[in-house]
């Protein structure tokens, strides 16, 4: 049976990675209701990570890069959350994203625009969102961006 998910992604040369285990004491999300919370996702790439600030060490081109491969770490984690099936999901509620940068940049948002920009491409209307963008002075292993999502699902 086709998925549409699955299909848009493949048009646009795209596949999700394994949805990444926790690295400390937390799940990688949490079902209540119709509603998925999904733990922070930190930008990686292929298997490695994507280290820097943004700002400072790389561009915000580069940021945003990064905020597309945490995008794409959302979705496999909801598609963990749904067994399998990327069906389930119903819409995309809310992101929060963080940037690691230095105190002086404030692009902030065109970075998270990565993720954002790839849920719209993605699941269409279903992908628009609320969201929030901010700086961070460092992140865990310091990677480039960390976002966490909120999710609806079936």
Do not use: W
């Amino acid at each position: 049976m086709s998925n549409p998910i699955e299909d848009r992604l493949s048009a646009l040369g795209l596949s999700l990675p394994d949805a990444p285990a926790p690295a400390a004491n937390y799940v990688p999300f949490v079902r209540t209701g119709d509603t998925l919370y999904v733990s922070g996702q930190i930008s990686m790439a292929n298997g490695a990570l994507i280290t820097g600030k943004v700002g400072a060490d790389l561009s915000v081109e580069e940021g945003t890069a990064a905020a597309r491969a945490c995008a794409l770490s959302l979705l496999a984690q909801v598609k963990a959350a749904c067994d399998g099936d990327l069906t389930r999901l119903k819409r995309v509620v809310k992101l929060v994203g963080f940037v690691n940068s230095p105190a002086e940049f404030t692009d902030q948002p065109k970075v998270i625009n990565g993720a954002s920009d790839l849920m719209v491409e993605v699941l269409g209307d279903a992908g628009r969102h609320a969201r929030s963008a901010v700086s961070a002075a460092s992140l865990p292993l310091g990677v480039a961006v960390e976002i966490e999502g909120i999710f609806e699902v079936a």
